[in-house]
Protein backbone atom coordinates (compact mmCIF):
# COMPACT_ATOMS: atom_id res chain seq x y z
CA UNK A 1 0.00 0.00 0.00
CA UNK A 2 1.26 3.05 -1.10
CA UNK A 3 0.86 6.73 1.19
CA UNK A 4 -1.47 7.63 -1.71
CA UNK A 5 -3.86 5.02 -0.89
CA UNK A 6 -6.63 5.63 1.56
CA UNK A 7 -7.02 3.27 4.23
CA UNK A 8 -9.71 2.08 5.57
CA UNK A 9 -11.20 4.77 8.17
CA UNK A 10 -13.25 2.85 11.43
CA UNK A 11 -15.02 4.76 14.21
CA UNK A 12 -14.54 4.35 17.45
CA UNK A 13 -16.89 5.88 19.56
CA UNK A 14 -15.93 5.31 22.90
CA UNK A 15 -14.53 6.29 26.24
CA UNK A 16 -11.25 8.50 27.06
CA UNK A 17 -8.43 6.98 29.60
CA UNK A 18 -6.88 9.39 31.58
CA UNK A 19 -4.26 6.85 32.35
CA UNK A 20 -3.81 6.15 28.45
CA UNK A 21 -4.38 1.97 28.67
CA UNK A 22 -7.90 0.95 27.67
CA UNK A 23 -10.58 2.96 25.77
CA UNK A 24 -9.41 5.08 22.90
CA UNK A 25 -5.93 5.35 23.50
CA UNK A 26 -6.14 0.88 23.46
CA UNK A 27 -8.13 1.58 20.13
CA UNK A 28 -5.76 3.56 18.52
CA UNK A 29 -2.90 1.24 18.96
CA UNK A 30 -5.27 -1.85 17.98
CA UNK A 31 -5.95 0.03 14.27
CA UNK A 32 -2.85 1.13 13.71
CA UNK A 33 -1.53 -2.53 14.12
CA UNK A 34 -4.49 -3.23 11.93
CA UNK A 35 -3.46 -0.77 9.26
CA UNK A 36 -6.39 1.08 9.31
CA UNK A 37 -7.48 4.74 10.40
CA UNK A 38 -9.14 5.01 13.52
CA UNK A 39 -11.13 7.92 13.99
CA UNK A 40 -11.82 8.21 18.03
CA UNK A 41 -14.85 9.63 18.84
CA UNK A 42 -15.32 10.69 22.75
CA UNK A 43 -18.41 9.58 24.18
CA UNK A 44 -17.07 9.58 28.12
CA UNK A 45 -14.71 10.94 29.48
CA UNK A 46 -12.94 9.24 32.42
CA UNK A 47 -10.65 10.23 35.66
CA UNK A 48 -8.94 6.92 36.21
CA UNK A 49 -5.21 5.40 36.47
CA UNK A 50 -3.83 1.45 36.70
CA UNK A 51 -5.73 1.16 39.91
CA UNK A 52 -8.97 2.14 39.07
CA UNK A 53 -11.53 4.62 38.07
CA UNK A 54 -12.48 7.15 39.82
CA UNK A 55 -15.26 8.94 37.72
CA UNK A 56 -16.87 9.38 34.34
CA UNK A 57 -18.44 11.97 32.68
CA UNK A 58 -20.48 11.38 29.33
CA UNK A 59 -20.55 13.82 26.91
CA UNK A 60 -23.57 15.75 26.38
CA UNK A 61 -25.59 13.81 23.46
CA UNK A 62 -25.30 17.39 21.52
CA UNK A 63 -21.28 16.79 21.44
CA UNK A 64 -21.52 13.26 20.68
CA UNK A 65 -23.63 14.22 17.51
CA UNK A 66 -21.17 17.12 16.59
CA UNK A 67 -18.60 14.49 15.83
CA UNK A 68 -20.46 12.18 14.27
CA UNK A 69 -22.03 14.90 12.14
CA UNK A 70 -18.32 16.16 11.11
CA UNK A 71 -17.37 12.62 10.48
CA UNK A 72 -19.77 11.32 8.78
CA UNK A 73 -19.34 14.71 5.92
CA UNK A 74 -15.67 13.65 5.16
CA UNK A 75 -14.83 10.39 6.76
CA UNK A 76 -17.34 8.04 6.47
CA UNK A 77 -16.96 4.73 8.57
CA UNK A 78 -16.01 1.18 6.95
CA UNK A 79 -16.61 -0.16 10.15
CA UNK A 80 -18.23 1.58 13.68
CA UNK A 81 -17.02 -0.05 16.98
CA UNK A 82 -18.48 1.10 20.24
CA UNK A 83 -17.18 0.66 24.19
CA UNK A 84 -17.72 3.19 27.11
CA UNK A 85 -20.83 5.08 26.17
CA UNK A 86 -21.86 5.57 30.08
CA UNK A 87 -25.25 7.25 29.25
CA UNK A 88 -28.41 5.69 28.16
CA UNK A 89 -29.21 8.47 25.65
CA UNK A 90 -25.99 8.46 24.28
CA UNK A 91 -26.41 4.79 22.86
CA UNK A 92 -29.85 5.91 21.55
CA UNK A 93 -27.78 8.87 19.22
CA UNK A 94 -24.84 6.11 18.51
CA UNK A 95 -27.98 3.56 17.35
CA UNK A 96 -29.48 6.71 14.68
CA UNK A 97 -26.41 7.79 13.12
CA UNK A 98 -25.84 3.63 12.22
CA UNK A 99 -29.05 3.21 11.06
CA UNK A 100 -29.11 6.96 9.08
CA UNK A 101 -25.35 5.31 7.67
CA UNK A 102 -26.91 1.74 7.00
CA UNK A 103 -29.29 3.18 4.06
CA UNK A 104 -26.41 4.15 2.21
CA UNK A 105 -24.33 1.30 3.37
CA UNK A 106 -26.78 -1.56 4.62
CA UNK A 107 -24.09 -4.06 5.53
CA UNK A 108 -21.88 -1.38 7.32
CA UNK A 109 -20.77 -3.05 10.08
CA UNK A 110 -20.80 -2.42 13.83
CA UNK A 111 -18.75 -4.01 16.58
CA UNK A 112 -20.67 -3.42 20.21
CA UNK A 113 -18.04 -4.17 23.03
CA UNK A 114 -20.77 -3.55 26.07
CA UNK A 115 -18.31 -1.88 28.64
CA UNK A 116 -20.26 -1.95 32.17
CA UNK A 117 -17.39 -2.16 34.37
CA UNK A 118 -13.54 -1.75 35.24
CA UNK A 119 -11.98 -4.96 34.97
CA UNK A 120 -9.56 -3.17 37.97
CA UNK A 121 -12.57 -1.43 40.03
CA UNK A 122 -13.67 2.08 40.99
CA UNK A 123 -16.66 4.05 40.02
CA UNK A 124 -19.59 2.59 38.51
CA UNK A 125 -20.73 3.36 35.30
CA UNK A 126 -23.51 1.41 34.15
CA UNK A 127 -27.00 1.06 35.99
CA UNK A 128 -30.76 -0.69 34.74
CA UNK A 129 -30.88 2.37 31.94
CA UNK A 130 -28.55 1.74 30.39
CA UNK A 131 -28.74 -1.77 30.14
CA UNK A 132 -32.11 -0.94 28.67
CA UNK A 133 -30.50 0.96 26.12
CA UNK A 134 -28.35 -1.46 25.25
CA UNK A 135 -30.93 -4.12 24.67
CA UNK A 136 -33.39 -2.08 22.98
CA UNK A 137 -31.33 -0.46 20.84
CA UNK A 138 -27.28 -1.53 20.22
CA UNK A 139 -27.95 -5.14 19.93
CA UNK A 140 -30.64 -5.26 17.25
CA UNK A 141 -28.28 -3.50 15.42
CA UNK A 142 -25.39 -5.37 16.09
CA UNK A 143 -22.91 -7.34 13.56
CA UNK A 144 -20.92 -8.54 16.74
CA UNK A 145 -20.44 -8.06 20.18
CA UNK A 146 -17.61 -8.70 22.64
CA UNK A 147 -18.89 -8.70 25.84
CA UNK A 148 -17.03 -10.83 28.88
CA UNK A 149 -19.03 -13.54 30.83
CA UNK A 150 -19.94 -11.22 33.69
CA UNK A 151 -21.30 -8.80 30.46
CA UNK A 152 -22.96 -11.09 28.95
CA UNK A 153 -24.99 -11.99 31.80
CA UNK A 154 -25.49 -8.67 33.02
CA UNK A 155 -27.27 -7.88 29.39
CA UNK A 156 -29.45 -10.47 29.59
CA UNK A 157 -30.32 -9.33 33.14
CA UNK A 158 -28.49 -11.88 35.81
CA UNK A 159 -25.99 -11.40 38.15
CA UNK A 160 -22.56 -10.48 36.44
CA UNK A 161 -19.78 -13.06 37.48
CA UNK A 162 -16.86 -14.28 35.53
CA UNK A 163 -16.70 -17.62 37.93
CA UNK A 164 -20.08 -18.91 36.66
CA UNK A 165 -20.06 -22.35 34.82
CA UNK A 166 -17.74 -22.31 31.94
CA UNK A 167 -20.94 -24.93 29.69
CA UNK A 168 -23.43 -22.29 29.74
CA UNK A 169 -21.47 -19.55 27.07
CA UNK A 170 -23.00 -21.28 24.59
CA UNK A 171 -26.39 -20.57 25.90
CA UNK A 172 -25.79 -17.14 26.99
CA UNK A 173 -24.55 -16.48 23.27
CA UNK A 174 -27.58 -17.96 21.90
CA UNK A 175 -29.81 -15.43 24.24
CA UNK A 176 -28.08 -12.31 23.01
CA UNK A 177 -28.07 -13.41 19.14
CA UNK A 178 -32.23 -13.52 20.24
CA UNK A 179 -31.91 -10.24 21.28
CA UNK A 180 -30.47 -9.41 17.80
CA UNK A 181 -26.77 -9.50 17.32
CA UNK A 182 -25.84 -11.18 14.42
CA UNK A 183 -22.54 -13.02 16.11
CA UNK A 184 -21.32 -13.08 19.00
CA UNK A 185 -17.62 -14.09 21.18
CA UNK A 186 -18.01 -14.62 25.16
CA UNK A 187 -14.53 -13.49 25.81
CA UNK A 188 -12.28 -15.90 28.62
CA UNK A 189 -9.41 -13.42 29.56
CA UNK A 190 -10.98 -12.40 32.67
CA UNK A 191 -12.40 -16.16 33.70
CA UNK A 192 -10.56 -17.70 36.62
CA UNK A 193 -9.39 -20.49 34.41
CA UNK A 194 -5.21 -20.64 34.68
CA UNK A 195 -3.93 -21.58 31.56
CA UNK A 196 -6.26 -21.42 29.11
CA UNK A 197 -7.94 -18.26 27.78
CA UNK A 198 -11.52 -19.80 26.44
CA UNK A 199 -13.71 -17.52 24.15
CA UNK A 200 -17.19 -18.60 23.10
CA UNK A 201 -17.23 -17.43 19.27
CA UNK A 202 -21.10 -18.19 17.60
CA UNK A 203 -20.13 -16.42 14.03
CA UNK A 204 -23.27 -17.52 12.38
CA UNK A 205 -23.50 -19.01 9.44
CA UNK A 206 -19.46 -20.05 9.37
CA UNK A 207 -18.13 -20.79 12.38
CA UNK A 208 -18.63 -21.69 16.01
CA UNK A 209 -17.09 -23.28 18.90
CA UNK A 210 -14.34 -22.41 21.40
CA UNK A 211 -11.24 -20.50 20.59
CA UNK A 212 -8.28 -21.62 22.63
CA UNK A 213 -4.60 -20.23 23.31
CA UNK A 214 -2.66 -20.79 26.51
CA UNK A 215 -2.60 -17.49 28.71
CA UNK A 216 -0.02 -15.11 28.45
CA UNK A 217 1.88 -15.26 31.78
CA UNK A 218 1.58 -11.31 32.84
CA UNK A 219 -0.43 -9.54 35.07
CA UNK A 220 -0.61 -6.40 32.47
CA UNK A 221 -3.89 -6.57 31.10
CA UNK A 222 -5.07 -3.38 31.13
CA UNK A 223 -7.26 -2.81 27.45
CA UNK A 224 -7.08 -6.17 26.26
CA UNK A 225 -10.68 -6.17 25.81
CA UNK A 226 -10.83 -2.70 23.82
CA UNK A 227 -7.72 -4.42 21.90
CA UNK A 228 -9.98 -7.05 20.85
CA UNK A 229 -13.21 -5.23 20.06
CA UNK A 230 -11.29 -2.72 17.62
CA UNK A 231 -9.18 -5.48 15.79
CA UNK A 232 -11.91 -7.34 15.01
CA UNK A 233 -14.05 -3.93 13.54
CA UNK A 234 -10.23 -3.16 11.69
CA UNK A 235 -10.78 -6.97 10.46
CA UNK A 236 -14.27 -6.29 9.38
CA UNK A 237 -13.05 -3.07 7.81
CA UNK A 238 -10.40 -4.76 5.56
CA UNK A 239 -13.21 -7.01 3.95
CA UNK A 240 -12.87 -10.67 6.61
CA UNK A 241 -15.57 -12.38 7.53
CA UNK A 242 -17.03 -12.27 11.54
CA UNK A 243 -15.77 -15.86 11.64
CA UNK A 244 -12.36 -14.57 10.47
CA UNK A 245 -12.24 -11.27 12.20
CA UNK A 246 -12.44 -13.29 15.64
CA UNK A 247 -9.72 -15.25 15.23
CA UNK A 248 -7.49 -12.50 13.77
CA UNK A 249 -8.29 -10.29 16.72
CA UNK A 250 -7.81 -12.96 19.19
CA UNK A 251 -4.01 -13.23 17.53
CA UNK A 252 -3.76 -9.51 17.55
CA UNK A 253 -4.57 -9.08 21.91
CA UNK A 254 -2.18 -12.38 22.32
CA UNK A 255 0.71 -10.35 20.73
CA UNK A 256 -0.34 -7.21 22.69
CA UNK A 257 -0.44 -8.98 26.12
CA UNK A 258 2.97 -10.54 25.00
CA UNK A 259 4.14 -6.60 24.82
CA UNK A 260 2.82 -5.49 27.72
CA UNK A 261 4.43 -3.24 30.13
CA UNK A 262 4.50 -1.72 33.53
CA UNK A 263 2.73 1.79 34.13
CA UNK A 264 1.71 3.11 37.60
CA UNK A 265 1.09 0.01 40.65
CA UNK A 266 -2.04 -2.05 39.10
CA UNK A 267 -2.34 -3.85 35.73
CA UNK A 268 -0.08 -2.11 32.43
CA UNK A 269 -1.93 -1.53 29.51
CA UNK A 270 -1.40 -3.71 26.19
CA UNK A 271 0.63 -2.68 23.41
CA UNK A 272 -0.71 -4.00 20.07
CA UNK A 273 1.98 -3.18 17.36
CA UNK A 274 2.68 -3.64 13.74
CA UNK A 275 6.12 -4.02 14.26
CA UNK A 276 5.86 -7.35 16.04
CA UNK A 277 4.51 -10.72 14.39
CA UNK A 278 1.26 -11.68 15.14
CA UNK A 279 0.38 -14.04 18.70
CA UNK A 280 0.03 -17.74 17.52
CA UNK A 281 -2.93 -19.15 16.11
CA UNK A 282 -5.56 -20.02 18.76
CA UNK A 283 -7.06 -23.35 18.83
CA UNK A 284 -10.52 -23.76 17.52
CA UNK A 285 -13.43 -26.73 18.35
CA UNK A 286 -15.72 -28.62 16.98
CA UNK A 287 -19.28 -27.82 17.98
CA UNK A 288 -19.42 -27.39 22.20
CA UNK A 289 -16.42 -29.90 22.71
CA UNK A 290 -12.94 -28.40 23.11
CA UNK A 291 -10.53 -28.66 20.72
CA UNK A 292 -8.92 -32.30 20.49
CA UNK A 293 -5.29 -31.20 21.03
CA UNK A 294 -6.28 -29.65 24.27
CA UNK A 295 -8.36 -32.72 25.87
CA UNK A 296 -6.11 -35.71 23.75
CA UNK A 297 -3.00 -33.77 23.04
CA UNK A 298 -0.29 -32.39 25.57
CA UNK A 299 -1.02 -28.85 25.82
CA UNK A 300 1.70 -28.28 23.01
CA UNK A 301 1.38 -27.82 19.38
CA UNK A 302 2.72 -30.80 18.60
CA UNK A 303 0.50 -33.12 16.12
CA UNK A 304 -2.30 -34.74 17.89
CA UNK A 305 -1.62 -37.45 14.83
CA UNK A 306 1.26 -39.71 13.23
CA UNK A 307 3.61 -37.05 11.87
CA UNK A 308 3.61 -35.93 8.36
CA UNK A 309 6.88 -36.48 6.33
CA UNK A 310 7.00 -33.99 3.63
CA UNK A 311 8.23 -36.17 0.34
CA UNK A 312 11.34 -35.23 -0.97
CA UNK A 313 10.37 -33.73 -3.96
CA UNK A 314 7.58 -31.58 -2.53
CA UNK A 315 4.75 -32.96 -4.92
CA UNK A 316 1.51 -34.74 -3.87
CA UNK A 317 -0.30 -35.86 -6.19
CA UNK A 318 -4.54 -36.59 -6.36
CA UNK A 319 -6.04 -39.08 -8.40
CA UNK A 320 -9.29 -40.03 -8.98
CA UNK A 321 -9.05 -43.58 -9.25
CA UNK A 322 -6.47 -46.77 -8.51
CA UNK A 323 -5.37 -46.97 -11.96
CA UNK A 324 -4.00 -43.67 -12.01
CA UNK A 325 -3.10 -44.09 -8.83
CA UNK A 326 -0.76 -46.80 -9.33
CA UNK A 327 0.62 -45.22 -12.70
CA UNK A 328 1.89 -41.95 -10.29
CA UNK A 329 3.45 -44.45 -7.86
CA UNK A 330 4.81 -46.10 -10.41
CA UNK A 331 6.23 -43.51 -12.01
CA UNK A 332 7.97 -42.05 -8.02
CA UNK A 333 5.37 -40.36 -6.62
CA UNK A 334 6.16 -40.66 -2.83
CA UNK A 335 2.74 -39.07 -1.41
CA UNK A 336 -0.49 -39.98 -2.96
CA UNK A 337 -4.22 -39.44 -2.43
CA UNK A 338 -7.04 -41.46 -3.61
CA UNK A 339 -10.00 -39.19 -4.20
CA UNK A 340 -12.59 -41.66 -5.15
CA UNK A 341 -16.24 -39.68 -4.98
CA UNK A 342 -18.89 -42.83 -5.08
CA UNK A 343 -18.50 -45.36 -2.88
CA UNK A 344 -19.50 -47.62 -5.39
CA UNK A 345 -16.15 -49.46 -6.13
CA UNK A 346 -14.49 -47.83 -3.62
CA UNK A 347 -13.30 -50.52 -1.44
CA UNK A 348 -11.95 -52.05 -4.78
CA UNK A 349 -9.72 -48.76 -5.38
CA UNK A 350 -8.84 -48.55 -1.90
CA UNK A 351 -7.20 -52.08 -1.76
CA UNK A 352 -5.60 -51.88 -4.97
CA UNK A 353 -3.78 -48.18 -4.30
CA UNK A 354 -2.73 -49.40 -1.40
CA UNK A 355 -1.34 -52.25 -2.87
CA UNK A 356 0.43 -50.39 -5.01
CA UNK A 357 1.54 -47.54 -2.28
CA UNK A 358 3.07 -50.49 -0.12
CA UNK A 359 5.13 -51.73 -3.15
CA UNK A 360 6.55 -48.45 -3.80
CA UNK A 361 6.81 -47.16 0.20
CA UNK A 362 5.00 -44.36 -0.92
CA UNK A 363 2.18 -42.61 1.51
CA UNK A 364 -0.96 -43.26 0.77
CA UNK A 365 -4.09 -40.54 1.70
CA UNK A 366 -7.64 -41.85 1.69
CA UNK A 367 -10.43 -39.06 0.88
CA UNK A 368 -14.11 -39.30 1.30
CA UNK A 369 -14.00 -42.65 2.57
CA UNK A 370 -12.09 -42.76 5.95
CA UNK A 371 -13.94 -45.27 7.84
CA UNK A 372 -13.87 -47.53 5.40
CA UNK A 373 -9.89 -47.04 4.84
CA UNK A 374 -9.11 -47.41 8.72
CA UNK A 375 -10.91 -50.88 8.92
CA UNK A 376 -8.82 -52.39 5.96
CA UNK A 377 -6.39 -55.33 5.99
CA UNK A 378 -2.65 -54.06 7.15
CA UNK A 379 -0.51 -54.21 4.28
CA UNK A 380 3.32 -54.49 5.10
CA UNK A 381 5.20 -51.40 4.30
CA UNK A 382 1.92 -48.73 3.63
CA UNK A 383 2.04 -45.79 5.29
CA UNK A 384 -1.51 -44.60 5.76
CA UNK A 385 -3.29 -41.06 5.80
CA UNK A 386 -6.46 -39.42 6.08
CA UNK A 387 -8.09 -36.38 4.58
CA UNK A 388 -11.22 -34.92 5.48
CA UNK A 389 -12.38 -31.25 4.01
CA UNK A 390 -13.74 -29.35 6.61
CA UNK A 391 -17.65 -30.53 5.68
CA UNK A 392 -16.63 -34.08 6.53
CA UNK A 393 -15.01 -33.26 10.05
CA UNK A 394 -18.26 -30.73 11.08
CA UNK A 395 -20.49 -33.91 10.07
CA UNK A 396 -18.75 -36.19 12.83
CA UNK A 397 -20.49 -36.66 16.15
CA UNK A 398 -18.91 -37.75 19.24
CA UNK A 399 -18.99 -41.06 18.15
CA UNK A 400 -18.15 -40.91 15.13
CA UNK A 401 -14.64 -38.59 16.41
CA UNK A 402 -13.98 -41.58 18.40
CA UNK A 403 -12.62 -44.29 15.55
CA UNK A 404 -10.50 -41.50 14.26
CA UNK A 405 -8.66 -40.57 17.68
CA UNK A 406 -8.29 -43.98 18.34
CA UNK A 407 -6.32 -44.49 14.85
CA UNK A 408 -4.23 -41.52 15.89
CA UNK A 409 -0.70 -42.94 16.41
CA UNK A 410 -0.69 -44.98 13.03
CA UNK A 411 -2.79 -42.28 10.90
CA UNK A 412 -1.37 -39.35 9.52
CA UNK A 413 -4.22 -36.74 9.58
CA UNK A 414 -5.12 -34.53 6.44
CA UNK A 415 -7.75 -31.59 6.53
CA UNK A 416 -8.45 -29.34 4.49
CA UNK A 417 -8.63 -25.17 4.74
CA UNK A 418 -9.88 -22.59 2.60
CA UNK A 419 -10.17 -19.41 5.67
CA UNK A 420 -8.22 -18.63 9.37
CA UNK A 421 -10.62 -20.28 10.83
CA UNK A 422 -10.66 -23.10 9.60
CA UNK A 423 -6.69 -23.12 10.15
CA UNK A 424 -7.77 -22.74 13.29
CA UNK A 425 -10.25 -25.39 13.62
CA UNK A 426 -7.46 -27.98 11.69
CA UNK A 427 -5.06 -27.01 14.04
CA UNK A 428 -7.34 -27.74 17.24
CA UNK A 429 -7.90 -31.08 16.07
CA UNK A 430 -4.00 -31.85 16.13
CA UNK A 431 -3.63 -32.21 12.20
CA UNK A 432 -0.67 -33.88 10.59
CA UNK A 433 -0.79 -31.67 7.77
CA UNK A 434 -2.93 -28.58 6.57
CA UNK A 435 -4.23 -27.75 3.08
CA UNK A 436 -4.42 -24.53 2.04
CA UNK A 437 -6.78 -23.80 -1.26
CA UNK A 438 -7.28 -22.98 -3.23
CA UNK A 439 -4.55 -21.15 -4.51
CA UNK A 440 -5.13 -20.61 -7.61
CA UNK A 441 -9.08 -20.16 -9.47
CA UNK A 442 -9.70 -23.79 -10.18
CA UNK A 443 -12.42 -25.16 -12.06
CA UNK A 444 -12.26 -28.91 -10.35
CA UNK A 445 -15.24 -27.32 -7.50
CA UNK A 446 -17.20 -25.07 -7.17
CA UNK A 447 -16.33 -22.97 -4.79
CA UNK A 448 -17.20 -19.79 -2.89
CA UNK A 449 -13.49 -18.82 -1.65
CA UNK A 450 -11.06 -16.61 -2.81
CA UNK A 451 -7.63 -17.82 -4.31
CA UNK A 452 -5.24 -17.34 -1.73
CA UNK A 453 -2.84 -16.38 -3.81
CA UNK A 454 1.18 -16.57 -2.85
CA UNK A 455 0.66 -14.40 0.25
CA UNK A 456 -1.85 -16.32 2.05
CA UNK A 457 -0.26 -19.67 1.36
CA UNK A 458 3.11 -17.55 3.01
CA UNK A 459 0.56 -16.41 5.86
CA UNK A 460 -0.72 -20.17 6.16
CA UNK A 461 3.06 -21.57 6.79
CA UNK A 462 3.95 -18.82 9.14
CA UNK A 463 0.99 -19.91 11.44
CA UNK A 464 -0.05 -23.05 10.83
CA UNK A 465 1.61 -25.76 13.58
CA UNK A 466 1.77 -28.34 11.16
CA UNK A 467 3.46 -28.78 7.62
CA UNK A 468 1.28 -26.86 4.87
CA UNK A 469 0.40 -28.37 1.62
CA UNK A 470 -0.82 -26.06 -1.58
CA UNK A 471 -4.01 -27.53 -2.84
CA UNK A 472 -5.90 -25.65 -6.22
CA UNK A 473 -5.28 -24.88 -9.61
CA UNK A 474 -1.70 -25.84 -9.97
CA UNK A 475 -1.18 -27.14 -13.35
CA UNK A 476 2.35 -25.77 -14.69
CA UNK A 477 5.97 -25.94 -13.78
CA UNK A 478 5.57 -21.99 -13.40
CA UNK A 479 2.66 -22.57 -10.88
CA UNK A 480 4.96 -25.11 -8.88
CA UNK A 481 7.85 -22.71 -8.89
CA UNK A 482 5.84 -19.86 -7.70
CA UNK A 483 3.84 -21.52 -4.46
CA UNK A 484 6.87 -23.76 -4.05
CA UNK A 485 8.64 -20.59 -2.96
CA UNK A 486 5.69 -19.43 -0.29
CA UNK A 487 7.61 -22.40 1.79
CA UNK A 488 5.17 -25.30 1.45
CA UNK A 489 5.75 -28.78 2.64
CA UNK A 490 4.24 -29.83 -0.50
CA UNK A 491 2.39 -28.85 -3.84
CA UNK A 492 -0.99 -30.87 -4.91
CA UNK A 493 -1.14 -31.41 -8.42
CA UNK A 494 -4.49 -32.92 -9.58
CA UNK A 495 -4.99 -31.98 -13.49
CA UNK A 496 -1.24 -30.83 -13.98
CA UNK A 497 -0.10 -34.62 -13.47
CA UNK A 498 -1.24 -35.58 -16.60
CA UNK A 499 -4.01 -38.67 -17.60
CA UNK A 500 -1.69 -41.31 -18.56
CA UNK A 501 1.05 -42.83 -17.66
CA UNK A 502 3.32 -42.11 -19.98
CA UNK A 503 2.18 -38.17 -19.12
CA UNK A 504 3.09 -38.47 -15.78
CA UNK A 505 6.44 -39.78 -16.95
CA UNK A 506 7.23 -37.29 -18.70
CA UNK A 507 5.74 -34.44 -16.86
CA UNK A 508 7.00 -35.10 -13.26
CA UNK A 509 11.10 -34.42 -14.20
CA UNK A 510 9.68 -31.06 -15.19
CA UNK A 511 7.80 -30.65 -12.36
CA UNK A 512 10.20 -31.46 -9.45
CA UNK A 513 12.92 -29.35 -10.92
CA UNK A 514 10.25 -26.53 -10.81
CA UNK A 515 9.54 -27.50 -7.23
CA UNK A 516 13.34 -27.76 -6.55
CA UNK A 517 13.73 -24.55 -7.87
CA UNK A 518 10.79 -22.93 -6.18
CA UNK A 519 12.38 -23.89 -2.93
CA UNK A 520 15.03 -22.12 -3.19
CA UNK A 521 13.48 -18.73 -3.33
CA UNK A 522 11.65 -19.57 -0.01
CA UNK A 523 12.39 -16.43 2.47
CA UNK A 524 12.18 -16.76 5.86
CA UNK A 525 8.69 -15.11 7.80
CA UNK A 526 8.35 -12.04 8.73
CA UNK A 527 9.23 -10.70 12.34
CA UNK A 528 5.99 -8.01 11.39
CA UNK A 529 2.66 -7.86 12.09
CA UNK A 530 1.14 -9.05 8.54
CA UNK A 531 -2.02 -10.01 7.78
CA UNK A 532 -3.87 -12.71 5.15
CA UNK A 533 -6.06 -11.12 2.29
CA UNK A 534 -9.86 -11.79 2.94
CA UNK A 535 -10.99 -15.13 1.35
CA UNK A 536 -15.00 -14.77 1.62
Given at each position: ??????????????????????????D??????M????????????????T????V????????????????????????????????????????W????????????L??????????????????E?????????????????????????L????G?????????????L?L??????????????????????D???????????????????????????????????A???????????????M?????????????E????????????????????I????????????????P????????????????????????????????????????E?A???????????A??????????H?????????????R????????????L???????L??A?????????????????????????????G?V?P???????????????LQW?????????V???????????A???????????????????????????????????????????????????????
Amino acid sequence: MTDTSPLPVIWSIAGHDSGGGAGLSADQRAADAMGVHLCPVVASVTAQNSTGVQAVYPLSPSQLDAQLKALAQDMPPAAIKTGLLGDAVLIEVVAGWVRQLRERTPDLPLVVDPVLGASAGGAAFCNDEILWAYRRHLLPLATLITPNRAEACRLLGRPGRHDGPQHDQPDLALRLRELGARNVVITGGDAPSPDWALDWMDAAPHAHGWLCNRRVATRHHHGSGCTFAAAATSALALGHVCADAIVLAKMVTTQALQRAHVAGEGPGPVMASSGQALGPLPWLGIGRALPWQLTHGDGTDTPLFKPFEPPADGLYGILPDSERLSAAADAGLQCLQLRHKTLEGAAAHMSASAHACAQHGALLFINDHWQQALSMPVQPGLRLGIHLGQEDLLALDESGCQPLLNARERVVLGLSSHSPWELARAAGCGASLIACGPVLPTSTKDMPWVPQGADNLQWWVAHSPAPVVAIGGLLTPQDVARFAASGAAALCLVRGLGDSAEAMRATLPVLRQAASKGRIRVSPPSDRLQLPHPVL
